[in-house]
């Protein structure tokens, strides 16, 4: 298979992945190594398609959101209180899509999360303690942003309500 070919698979899997899918998964299913295919994804984002890397693999971004999207305000000072908050939004049905900072020198800074379930939430606290880094909140005094897809706006409401109580989300 030449790269165009294997390229256009790859678009065909990241469409057809409702969850991001790892590098290495995607060079063992055409035998080639991750490097060539951060390559191919490399080219691809340069002929415009949309793929985002994230922590959990590539996804595609123009896929059809699975609810609405809405954004919350939060705050806090310490890895407990990121779990707490992630796993609040995940157990009441909400998926964390990114968590935004805002920098006094380089304004908005993204990382993208896609987190929907405890063993992605338990998967991005291994991370952050394995490779002894902070989390982006650091930086603004733990002010973010989350982007969060929830099924219905009940459901984003009940993920607020609970936020509230742990006096994690700053008020509009």
Do not use: C, W
């Amino acid at each position: 298979m030449n790269g165009n070919d294997r390229r256009e698979s790859i678009i065909e899997i990241l469409n057809t992945y409702k969850e991001a899918i790892k590098g290495a998964e995607i060079a063992e299913k055409f035998n080639v190594s991750r490097q060539v295919i951060v390559q191919d994804i490399a080219i691809l984002r340069a002929r415009g398609i949309d793929i985002i890397a994230t922590p959990n693999g590539y996804i595609m971004v123009n896929k059809e959101p699975l609810g609405i999207r809405r954004t919350i305000v939060s705050q806090h000072q310490n890895n407990e209180d990121i779990e707490e908050e992630l796993n609040i939004i995940v157990d009441l049905g909400g998926k964390i899509l990114d968590v935004i900072v805002e920098h006094p020198i380089y304004g908005e800074i993204k990382g993208q999360l896609m987190i929907s379930s405890r063993i992605d939430v338990s998967e991005f606290m291994k991370r952050l303690k394995e490779n002894n880094a902070e989390p982006l909140s650091t930086l603004t005094d733990g002010v973010h942003i989350h982007t969060i897809e929830v099924p219905s706006e009940e459901i984003f409401n009940k993920i607020k309500n609970k936020l509230k109580l742990k006096k994690y989300l700053i008020e509009e």
